[in-house]
T-cell receptor
Framework: NAGVTQTPKFRVLKTGQSMTLLCAQD?????MYWYRQDPGMGLRLIHY???????AKGEVPDGYNVSRLKKQNFLLGLESAAPSQTSVYFC????????????FGPGTRLTVL | AQSVAQPEDQVNVAEGNPLTVKCTYS??????LFWYVQYPNRGLQFLLK??????LVKGSYGFEAEFNKSQTSFHLKKPSALVSDSALYFC???????????FGKGTRLHILP
């Protein structure tokens, strides 16, 4: 099993550009999450999904959109990137029965100039 | 509000010595507490969790954590530190209402050879 994979690993954007981060998991997990990690602030939840076709807002959803068209994939979109969105983004997944044990991807380092 | 606090940004320990990484929590109701570890350039990995039962919880890589209700603490411990334990450690609590995980800001552990 590959576990949780994220694409791309690194990306540099200019302010106003758009992009989509892809997360894929092969563990048949129901729950999927997008976090951002900033120095001194730990992980903050952006959006999450409890199943195919459903999404919900987390702690810091503004400026991001998500979609979960397939159970194994969870996409995070930035429509108009801002420097404040420079961060490391982590995707995670978990089973319905054990949402506190999350499996994380390796992260995507995004820089917005 | 549910929250965890990690009072130390960084902890330095000599190899072979015991280590402690501190965490205090604030929850309504019974606390569900966790520790995750992040190695350089990797996503977070689950270490251990406390739901109920024994106050001393054993986890991966020889780590354990002690739940102390009177002090509202959940400190991570290991009897003998290894250089390979050097990483970023996150304490977390499960939100009582929506089951989301709330992470602390992280403590960087340096094990000195």
């Amino acid at each position: 099993n590959a576990g949780v994979t994220q694409t791309p690993k690194f990306r540099v954007l200019k302010t106003g550009q758009s992009m989509t981060l892809l997360c894929a998991q092969d563990m048949n997990h129901e729950y999927m999450y997008w976090y951002r990690q900033d120095p001194g602030m730990g992980l903050r939840l952006i959006h999450y999904s409890v199943g195919e076709g459903t999404t919900a807002k987390g702690e810091v959803p503004d400026g991001y959109n998500v979609s979960r068209l397939k159970k194994q994939n969870f996409l995070l979109g930035l429509e108009s990137a801002a420097p404040s969105q420079t961060s490391v983004y982590f995707c995670a997944s978990s089973r319905l029965e054990s949402t506190d044990t999350q499996y994380f991807g390796p992260g995507t380092r995004l820089t917005v100039l | 509000a549910q929250s965890v606090a990690q009072p130390e940004d960084q902890v330095n320990v000599a190899e072979g010595n015991p280590l402690t990484v501190k965490c205090t929590y604030s929850v309504s109701g019974n606390p569900y507490l966790f520790w995750y570890v992040q190695y350089p350039n990797r996503g977070l990995q689950f270490l251990l969790k406390y739901i109920t039962g024994d106050n001393l919880v054993k986890g991966s890589y020889g780590f354990e954590a002690e739940f102390n209700k009177s002090q509202t603490s959940f400190h991570l411990k290991k009897p003998s530190a290894l250089v390979s334990d050097s990483a970023l450690y996150f304490c977390a609590v499960r939100h009582a209402v929506d089951d989301k995980i709330i992470f602390g800001k992280g403590t960087r552990l340096h094990i000195l050879p």
